[in-house]
């Protein structure tokens, strides 16, 4: 497919990707003609993601051979089990540990190599039922990948 249509009437195989970090699910899952609504909070991991996205889309002539079957959508959002709380966000040096929190842990001594920053988060239930999941026979989620450093 050329663009992710939450609304197409198509059948589609889902994988969602929670904790995404850099890709490495998202990609793979997208290879194998997957839709894939991946969720990371990082914003350093999101621009690796995209970057590995659209290398990936190409072959060693500049020709897009996968971008037909790449229907990927990020969101920079936690899933958690409320949706629109605020929660702080921790990136520690190694950013695939980055972690929710209502309130920043202690801080470690390479506090120059931290950031921190706010979320918000949304409920998987919300997310399908905003965008009228519950009420499609034409798809299902084929997998579920959950890697949230312990929220």
């Not at 914003?43 to 971008?67: M, T």
Request: glycine share 6%.
């Amino acid at each position: 497919r050329d663009s992710f249509d939450y609304n197409s009437t198509a059948a589609l195989p889902i994988v969602i990707d929670i904790g995404g970090n850099i890709g490495y699910y998202t990609l793979l899952s997208a290879a194998w003609n997957h839709a894939v609504v991946t969720f990371e909070i990082n914003p350093a991991n999101i621009i690796r993601l995209c970057e590995s996205l659209h290398l990936n889309s190409r072959n060693e002539y500049g020709f897009s051979e996968l971008s037909h079957s790449m229907a990927v959508m990020i969101h920079q959002q936690g899933v958690s089990d409320v949706t629109g709380s605020t929660f702080r966000v921790q990136v520690h040096r190694n950013p695939g540990q980055t972690a929710l929190g209502k309130t920043p842990t202690k801080l470690h001594s390479d506090v120059a190599t931290q950031r921190t920053f706010s979320t918000t988060t949304v409920t998987l239930d919300d997310f399908a039922e905003e965008r009228g999941w519950f009420h499609r026979t034409d798809f299902a989620v084929s997998i579920l990948k959950v890697d949230t450093e312990g929220h």
